[in-house]
């Protein structure tokens, strides 16, 4: 592209946090994601803490992982946490009806995550069975995580080693409700939402199951009928998915695909966008958080993968997927307060692979860690016209950016490359915003198809960026195609 794409950035006293919650993950009871993932078992040789793999902590903690969503997903509406703690020979078994119809022995429950949750440094969100659990099971989970006087639940802690509540914050009231949680319709789930949330306590964020995609009646329905003091957060699902019935493959496609799945991913503007405006009508001071809890890339699984373990590779078209919709969440912040890639190792979208006892960190991972300078920084206003990304007569956006200002004052600019093809020329005036000196990091390969494998998973890293000038405090762009970028300046 020969012409040259202004971006105006201005720092506004009102402009919101980006929440670092916003960068946050999803492990499901879900194919290899905790079994033979996180979880190896503290009699493994793979280096653990009770059970859990140590270089998987040491990459999520050097990712600031902010929050981590458990147990599902859809799992979560089939799981009773009770069967979950205590000493793990007398646990019963329970078979994952949604993920192969695998039988899991429970060896991981409560204490093992929320234990783990507090080495990574991340707050834990649990995600509460409305579907086939009761009123008084949930209440009785929240208890067990969080009350420190005598209780019942207290009690019952302190027996299974662990005096001190947790103090988990973020709780999940369903899941997917429409769906998977209980097929319900969005009257009966806002009835349903409304007795659960009475019998938890109001200082914790109770999260609503939210809309699938643009069903925007969910949203309306559920505002309208939930008091707003019980509703700290209402979430909302969007997959990046090409065809439900044919997804194609993770690593073997085609511009064709590449250009749908980047169409489906930047929907998230418009959904977020809409959904926002509905809960603005109801909540117009914002006091409730739209909350991404899944999102990310969906494909075929790998060949020769289980079908119902949801294991696919990680190429070049995730990163610039996640660069493009981090961007998004950034810019929404004033609202979008959460979000959870879906999921965080060997599952979908994941920013970890395992292989027995390899561990490799994908190019979403680099596109997170980049990015985890915006977390709890003050979004800065961007004002751009994108360039089109043309295919076959379509056209997409082909320049996503977003920028922050941190606390020690550095402001970072992320700016993707969504054309397959093209590189793109940006100018940026940086001389208001109080910094003076630029450096560049980028994540880019030679192929869209690229990604890191257990034989080579170094192929993607982020490198230094050598391709802009800055011209007494413009900077001149040029951004390689299907690349992410993030400008730091202090
Ligand atoms: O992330 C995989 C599944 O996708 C989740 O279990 C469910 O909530 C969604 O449909």
């Not at 109770?206 to 309208?224: C, F, H, P, Q, V």
């Amino acid at each position: 592209q020969s012409q040259t794409t202004v971006i105006s950035i201005k720092e506004t006293t009102t402009s919101p946090i980006i929440n670092k919650n916003i960068y946050g993950h999803f492990a499901e009871h879900l194919g290899r994601s905790i079994y033979g993932g996180f979880f190896v078992g503290d009699t493994s040789k793979i280096p653990n803490t009770n059970g859990v793999r140590n270089d998987i902590i040491k990459a999520l903690k050097e990712l600031k992982i902010p929050n981590l969503r458990w147990p599902g997903g859809c799992f979560a509406d089939t799981y009773h946490w009770k069967d979950g703690i205590g000493p793990k020979e007398n646990r019963p078994t329970i078979v994952n009806q949604w993920w192969g119809g695998v039988t899991e022995d429970n060896s991981f429950g409560t204490h093992d995550f929320l234990n783990m949750c507090e080495l990574l440094g991340a707050e834990p969100y649990l995600s509460g069975n409305v579907g086939s659990g009761t009123v008084q099971e949930l209440s009785d989970w929240v208890q067990y995580a969080n009350f420190k006087g005598k209780s019942p639940m207290s009690d019952l802690r302190t027996k299974n080693g662990r005096t001190e509540p947790w103090k988990v914050n973020f709780w999940g009231i369903g899941n997917e409700a429409w769906g998977c949680g209980g097929n319900m319709t969005a009257d009966y789930y806002a009835n349903e939402y409304r007795k659960y949330a009475t019998f938890m306590p109001n200082d914790i964020v109770r999260i609503a199951s939210g809309a699938n995609s643009d069903n925007y009646n969910w949203t309306e329905t559920l505002m309208k009928n939930i008091p707003a003091n019980m509703l700290g957060g209402l979430a909302l699902h969007h997959y990046s998915v090409i065809d439900w019935n044919k997804k194609g493959d993770g690593v073997d496609f085609t511009e064709d695909q590449y250009f749908a799945t980047m169409k489906e991913a930047l929907k998230m503007e418009e959904l977020v966008t809409k959904h926002s405006a509905i809960m603005d009508k109801y909540d117009p001071n914002k006091k409730i958080d739209l909350v991404v809890d899944e999102w990310g890339g969906w494909y075929d699984v790998e060949k020769g993968t289980n079908p119902g373990f949801l294991f696919q590779q990680n190429t070049m078209r995730d990163a610039v997927l996640a660069g493009a919709t981090l961007n998004i969440f950034n810019n929404h912040a004033d609202r979008v307060r959460m979000a959870n890639l879906a999921q965080c190792v060997n599952v979908l979208q994941a920013v970890i692979l395992t292989d027995k006892a390899k561990m490799i960190t994908t190019p979403t991972y680099h596109v997170m860690k980049m990015y985890n300078v915006h977390q709890d920084a003050t979004l800065l206003n961007l004002n751009f016209s994108a360039p089109n990304y043309t295919y076959r007569g379509e056209s997409l956006p082909a320049v996503s950016a977003s920028a922050s200002k941190d606390k020690s004052g550095k402001v970072h600019i992320s700016i993707v490359n969504i054309d397959s093809k093209n590189k793109n020329k940006i100018e940026i005036d940086v001389n208001n915003l109080g910094v003076k000196n630029f450096t560049g990091t980028i994540l880019n390969a030679s192929k869209l198809q690229d990604f890191n494998s257990f034989d080579t998973p170094n192929k993607i890293v982020p490198t230094a960026f050598k391709g802009f000038e800055n011209k007494k405090g413009k900077l001149e762009i040029t951004i390689p195609p299907f690349s992410v970028l993030v400008l730091e300046g202090k």
